[in-house]
């Protein structure tokens, strides 16, 4: 869900990124977007209906969530909830929220201990470009430049 409202935004000419929730295991569990308008960044939950602000109402940004603030929820338009479900699932650490799930696979999780190596901890707010919610298209564009490259290395090679 939060994917197609990014793209959905990005149609719209308007910027926005993903934002991984970690459950107090150490697991992300659920992804919610943050909008930059023009007035500031705004966080929230599409699938809920919801969005985040500090304790005064002001919406909050992901370099907020991490430092330490506790997020109070309200409805989003068209939506009449203000908090999740009573659930375990819902136990979230909004201080490890990060940019991306680093959690699916050793892959990651071995990337993911590099690069915070490297960028020193930056990688957590590493915003995105909306083409890499198109992974198929990443994908695609690899591709083709790959076999590009290898046609145009066998024409220079002859």
């Keep these: ?9 990005s149609q719209l000419e308007i910027r926005s990124h993903q934002i991984t929730l970690y459950h107090r295991t150490g697991l992300a569990r659920h992804c919610l977007v943050e909008v930059r308008l023009p007035d500031g960044p705004l966080i ?82 590493l915003r995105l470009p909306v083409i890499l919610e198109w992974p198929q298209v990443l994908l695609g564009a690899i591709l083709t430049i790959t076999i590009g490259a290898m046609h145009v290395l066998g024409w220079v090679l002859r």
């Design 1 to 9: 869900m939060s994917r197609l409202y990014i793209l959905c935004l």
């Design 44 to 125: 929230a939950d599409p699938f809920y209906g919801l969005y985040y602000t500090d304790e005064t109402g002001r919406p909050i940004d992901l370099e907020r969530l991490q430092s330490g603030a506790t997020p109070r929820f309200a409805s989003l338009p068209h939506s009449d909830r203000t908090a999740y479900p009573p659930n375990e699932y819902y136990d979230f650490v909004f201080t490890l929220s990060k940019t991306a799930n680093w959690t699916m696979s050793w892959c990651r999780r071995q990337a993911y201990h590099f690069l915070t190596a490297v960028t020193r901890g930056g990688i957590d707010r």
